[in-house]
């Protein structure tokens, strides 16, 4: 059992920059890929970010890379994802996730555990 709990939200200009972190509990945190997915209002939950469990493969999707970088610290049992140039776009709730599974999918439905969101909110 994996409990998420995020945090680092807020209101940022174009341009600005923010830092999420996600908070695992649980002894095996290191076991798991962890995620970050967002979804604006009406609209399906998409995949943001993902790194392995020991941090050496990283995936981003095409509409955030080279501006957003996912890392971990398995010390810590933390999770980040560091926003820069952000765009209104980019709005939306992000959640943070965690996959017990080898091979991690971009789909939203094959993640086992899930935060309750952090709204993250650019404005033009």
């Known amino acids: 059992q994996v409990q998420l709990v995020e945090s680092g939200g807020g209101l940022v200009q174009a341009g600005g920059s923010l830092r999420l972190s996600c908070a695992a509990s649980g002894r095996t945190f290191r076991s798991y890929a962890m995620g970050w997915f967002r979804q604006a209002p009406g609209t399906e939950r998409e995949f943001v970010a993902a790194?392995?469990?020991?941090?050496?493969?990283?995936d981003y999707a095409e509409s955030v890379q080279g501006r957003f970088t996912i890392s971990r610290d398995n010390a810590k049992n933390m999770v980040y994802l560091q926003m820069n140039s952000l765009k209104p776009e980019d709005t939306a709730v992000y959640y943070c996730?965690?996959?017990?599974?080898?091979?991690?999918?971009?789909?939203?439905?094959?993640?086992?555990?899930w935060g309750q969101g952090t709204q993250v909110t650019v404005s033009s």
């Open positions: 996730a965690a996959d017990s599974t080898i091979v991690v999918s971009r789909t939203p439905k094959t993640w086992d555990y």
């Open positions: 790194i392995s469990w020991s941090g050496g493969s990283r």
